[in-house]
């Protein structure tokens, strides 16, 4: 899922929180200065007075653009959108003390203080996080960047989006149309493929984004954009030889010093994915809290029944091919990865790219009896109500995973991957998702399990990531009333 950086205040949502903690120093020191003592928050007109402050001020934030080209901005620049930033705050807090009311009996000397103040302290913060920012700019952040490009204009390209890092990137690499340099490096950044080889290259490494250059006289390569596109990845363009991807989201935007046209599976702006990141965290909060209490009750049951570790972890692949490790309750053996392989040949989904038995013998407490039963134990119980899957909210809060998604694959299925398969990493995964709702035990076909994760990217919002939540919780009740 794609954010333009141009616009987005989610990723400057540390200065937002620093613009948050500032106003609530200013609103301290100016009471404190005005001689009233240390603590406003116990008088409760000041401590009401300190709430309506800070939805004010998001409020501007979030209507005013505040935080918009924050770190383009000059010091002079800076100022400005300070100054009126906190003049802003100011009239709205008066208008709501004249609404209110109770005007009268606030301090004039300490609000006006607390005004200048907050203006002083804000522009010095933002000064100062910039400057940190600024490094990062050198550094990179949480996003990578595969450059494909000609090789006369490779190191340019290169040079310019280095200088002009505002979404943080971390250039992951260059590939070099028409051409094997694989080993050297340009400017410091390794030439990692052939530019035409390039879909192949992303699909087994972490690519977030593409930026694809080519010198006055190289027209854009169409199959290579086709196949780009065909991954999910986010792809870039200069806009001075551009090419219409019908079915994909576009919209003209600045990467580096570039102006480019850039492609998309879909888009969501900065308050969607705000909006859905808080829900995220407070899923996973609530989430971590159920697994302590489910840990009490079972965790017993694993260990007595499979002695060995209570949870298990395991590699997945996550947004555009990031690793990380899922925690889930141990239901299987401790051999069961081993065990894996001589399963394969009665694999459901038969390719690899997926796996799935219907009656699992590495399940704690599975076993075929002699008259062939099967007999289940507390591997399947847990996992009949989805008990194991308790401890992934770990990682929602740490921002691995999303409570919906599509379903994180492990790195020997996504060595398999088509082109177009890599699609359904074009977000992160989830708890739940459109698949897991679906029926997922009666889809054996992969190419349906990828259809439905690219519908669900493809058309997400946050009414269907409702809706899928709503139909997971209706399915596992549905299983608790057919036990």
Not at 323 to 351: H, I, P, V
Request: glycine share 8%.
């Amino acid at each position: 899922m794609y954010t333009r950086d141009s616009e987005s205040w989610l990723k400057h949502f540390d200065f937002i929180l620093l613009d948050l903690i500032c106003l609530q120093v200013a609103f301290v020191l100016a009471y404190l200065v005005s001689g009233y003592g240390f603590n406003p928050y116990a008088n409760m007109l000041y401590r009401n007075k300190a709430i309506f402050f800070e939805l004010a001020d998001l409020l501007v934030i979030f209507f005013m653009g505040s935080m918009k080209d924050v770190l383009k901005r000059g010091h002079y620049r800076e100022f400005v959108v300070t100054l009126r930033h906190g003049l802003i705050v100011g009239a709205l807090v008066m208008l709501y003390m004249f609404a209110s009311q109770e005007g009268q009996y606030y301090s004039r000397f300490a609000f006006f203080l607390f005004i200048g103040m907050y203006i002083i302290i804000t522009y010095v913060v933002r000064e100062l996080w910039k400057k940190r920012l600024r490094k990062k700019m050198v550094n990179g952040g949480d996003r990578t960047l595969l450059i494909i490009a000609t090789e006369d204009i490779a190191e340019q390209v290169i040079k310019n989006i280095k200088e002009h890092n505002y979404a943080r990137y971390i250039i992951s690499g260059v590939a070099i149309l028409g051409k094997d340099l694989r080993g050297k490096t340009i400017d410091g950044v390794p030439v990692v493929a052939v530019g035409e080889d390039a879909p192949e290259y992303i699909c087994n490494e972490w690519v977030d984004e593409v930026f694809l250059g080519t010198s006055d006289n190289t027209p854009y390569p169409e199959i290579l954009i086709e196949q780009l596109t065909e991954t999910g990845v986010t792809l870039h363009m200069s806009l001075a030889k551009i090419t219409s991807v019908p079915g994909k989201k576009q919209f003209v935007e600045k990467i580096g010093n570039y102006t480019v046209l850039t492609i998309s599976i879909n888009y969501a702006s900065s308050s969607q994915l705000f909006i859905k990141r808080m829900v995220d965290i407070l899923a996973g909060l609530a989430g971590c809290i159920a697994t302590g209490i489910i840990f009490i009750f079972v965790g017993p049951l694993i260990y007595f029944s499979s002695p060995g570790p209570i949870f298990f972890s395991q590699e997945r692949v996550g947004q555009n091919g990031k690793k990380f490790k899922m925690y889930k309750f141990r239901s299987m053996y401790m051999d069961a990865e081993e065990r894996k392989a001589e399963l394969m040949k009665d694999n459901k989904l038969g390719d690899g790219k997926m796996f799935k038995l219907d009656f699992d013998p590495r399940v704690i407490g599975n076993k075929v009896l002699p008259d062939g039963r099967h007999k289940t134990g507390v591997g399947n119980f847990i996992r009949s109500f989805s008990l194991d899957e308790f401890p992934q909210f770990y990682n929602v809060l740490k921002g691995d995973m999303s409570l919906v998604g599509t379903r994180p694959p492990l790195p020997s299925e996504t060595s398999l991957y088509e082109l177009h398969h890599h699609a359904r990493l074009a977000t992160k995964p989830g708890v739940t998702g459109m698949w897991q709702v679906s029926g997922r035990s009666d889809i054996l076909d992969f190419e349906e399990v990828v259809k439905l994760d690219r519908e669900y990217i493809s058309n997400w919002s946050l009414e269907l990531d409702v809706k899928i939540f709503v139909k997971t919780f209706l399915v596992v009740l549905k299983k608790k009333g057919s036990v």
